[in-house]
């Protein structure tokens, strides 16, 4: 499965095939994977990755949960992986996952795999962002 994201039909259609009958605890289209999307985003860009290059990324996103114990039972959510192309961001995978009680949070829950070439240009990043400031604080 490679599903753009702006593709919000076909989204829908993925996750519903997933999901089955359950709505409550899931993501049912891609405005609800948005939130957790955002965070992502900010958190590639602190990397002082730029957008360009990006592709290859992968994220992981879990679906929020119940937070209350007064559910006895497993519910049932979503996970998804995305990975980011040439322009967008595309759904590669999306499987149903069993949260337990209290165990979720209120907003989806966010992993990023990066391939090497954005590990290595986060550490330069990173490296000029301190010499940068080592040479401030140094005047």
Not at 97 to 117: F, G, I, K, M
Request: proline share 4%; aromatic share 6%.
């Amino acid at each position: 499965m490679r599903i753009n994201l702006n593709n919000d039909g076909k989204v829908r259609e993925a996750l519903a095939s997933v999901n089955g009958a359950a709505t409550a605890h899931t993501f049912t289209s891609a405005s609800d994977i948005a939130t957790g999307l955002a965070m992502a985003e900010l958190e590639l860009k602190s990397l002082g990755l730029r957008k360009p290059s990006w592709k290859g990324a992968q994220i992981i996103m879990h679906s929020p949960g119940p937070t209350a114990r007064a559910y006895k039972y497993a519910t049932i959510g979503t996970q998804v992986e995305l990975e980011r192309g040439a322009n967008s961001w595309l759904m590669v995978d999306a499987m149903r996952r069993n949260y337990r009680p209290a165990a979720a949070n209120r907003e989806p829950r966010v992993w990023l795999r990066l391939q090497d070439c954005h590990r290595h240009a986060a550490i330069e990043a990173l490296k000029a962002r301190i010499e940068c400031c080592y040479r401030v604080g140094a005047s």
